[in-house]
T-cell receptor, first 118, second 114 residues
């Protein structure tokens, strides 16, 4: 069974500073990887995902994540954060079954609360 | 707005009671997922349906049950409620279960058991 570990429960940073939110996963098969973001009092929204191909994926608002198979990691980074990036971020994994068919279950990490201070 | 509608948004009830949470997926989405979010357990997968059939089961208690109806809306039934069942329950939907299908989440139903 797959599992996800987010190494930091809270990450405080100042505005315009770089940030990295760490995520490691465990699975015996190939996986798809996702980052979701949850703003206060809202549901989760997809930020970016890795399915195949280039190991570096980017979101429209400046976040990027790199899939590292040897280290089973999918860390999320942003070179310069804004106050509006304050939210909780969830890393998630979905296993790829035989023949490329996913079983559908998306397993989330415990979440990392990113707080951006002025 | 994700297009996923959950009702009620807030619910306060007593131990031993039964409640039903409702979810309407995005138009065209066939798959519905239920998650429980609490401070101590994080975001836990409960159950998934695809076009009316159960496809995957997670850490769902026997006191909980769910179904997806022919019109694709889903209901999560929680019975014999305990204090520990207090949590935010999310419904999500996706067009399919395979590959990198994005899950679209509702805003959740906050259940408080007193």
């Amino acid at each position: 069974a797959q599992s996800v570990t987010q190494l930091d429960s809270q990450v405080p940073v100042f505005e315009e500073a770089p940030v990295e939110l760490r995520c490691n996963y465990s699975s015996s098969v190939s996986v798809y990887l996702f980052w979701y973001v949850q703003y206060p009092n809202q549901g989760l929204q997809l930020l970016l995902k890795y399915l195949s191909g280039s190991t570096l994926v980017e979101s429209i608002n400046g976040f990027e994540a790199e899939f590292n198979k040897s280290q089973t990691s999918f860390h999320l980074r942003k070179p310069s954060v804004h106050i509006s990036d304050t939210a909780e971020y969830f890393c998630a994994v979905r296993e790829v079954g035989a023949g490329g068919t996913s079983y559908g279950k998306l397993t989330f990490g415990q979440g990392t609360i990113l707080t951006v201070h002025p | 707005d994700s297009g996923v509608t959950q009702t009620p948004k807030h619910l306060i009830t007593a131990t031993g009671q039964r409640v039903t949470l409702r979810c309407s997926p995005r138009s065209g989405d066939l798959s519905v997922y239920w998650y429980q979010q609490s401070l101590d357990q994080g975001l836990q997968f409960l159950i998934q349906y695809y076009n009316g059939e159960e496809r995957a089961k997670g850490n769902i208690l026997e006191r909980f049950s769910a179904q997806q109806f022919p019109d694709l809306h889903s209901e999560l039934n929680l019975s014999s409620l305990e204090l520990g069942d207090s949590a935010l329950y999310f419904c999500a939907s996706s067009v399919r279960t395979s590959g990198g299908a994005e899950l679209f989440f509702g805003e959740g139903s906050r259940l408080t058991v007193l």
